[in-house]
């Protein structure tokens, strides 16, 4: 089901892209990494049952995120329009990215476009570190495996650690 062969490695420098968040019009990766490393949070869509159980886990962390200096960005390729009201219902922090074209779901590998699953992205859960470099790779075959989120705080801690 997933395109593997495009997904990257740990250890691989994610390229540069460029999409919108509901903070910014223009978002783009080599530029937020700057500020910190970041974790990017594939998932279905806006509304879903489980998508909403995964986002609402990780808030657990945030104050963790908040002292790591780590940013967490959910991204599914529903529009800015519907990650609005999705983000109230759920009444988290984040900055959602838009992917409404599919450009960042390809790079990860996670582009589901034209199979059953129809017009969505899989999930996964990467972190990207300072230099692009990708430090943790989470994409669950099964749509309906969790993701490993004390994997992704292990991996946090151990790049803060500079291990």
Same mark, same amino acid.
């Given at each position: 089901m997933?395109?593997? +062969? %495009?997904?990257?490695k740990v250890g691989n420098?994610?390229? %540069?892209?460029?999409? +919108? *968040? @509901?903070?910014?019009?223009? /978002? !783009?990766?080599?530029? !937020?990494?700057?500020?910190?490393?970041?974790v990017l949070q594939f998932y279905l869509g806006d509304f879903g049952t489980l998508c909403s159980r995964n986002i609402i886990q990780a808030m657990e962390f945030v104050?963790?995120?908040?002292?790591?200096g780590v940013r967490w960005f959910p991204v599914s390729t529903n529009n800015l329009?519907? $990650?609005?009201?999705f983000k109230v219902r @759920?009444?988290?922090?984040?900055?959602?990215?838009?992917?409404? !074209? $599919?450009e960042v779901v390809r790079i990860f #590998?996670? =582009?589901?476009? #034209?199979? &059953? /699953? #129809? =017009?969505? *992205? &899989?999930r996964g859960v990467f972190v990207i570190g300072?230099?692009?470099v990708l430090h943790h790779a989470d994409a669950p075959e099964d749509v309906y495996s969790p993701y490993d989120l004390d994997a992704v705080m292990d991996s946090l801690r151990r790049l803060q650690d500079g291990v």
């Open positions: 997933l395109d593997e +062969s %495009n997904a990257p420098v994610i390229p %540069n892209f460029i999409t +919108s *968040s @509901l903070r910014k019009e223009r /978002w !783009e990766l080599e530029e !937020e990494v700057k500020d910190g490393p970041i104050p963790e995120l908040e002292r790591l329009q519907s $990650h609005r009201s @759920l009444g988290v922090p984040f900055d959602f990215l838009a992917d409404p !074209e $599919h #590998g996670l =582009d589901l476009k #034209g199979t &059953a /699953w #129809g =017009d969505i *992205s &899989a300072t230099d692009r």
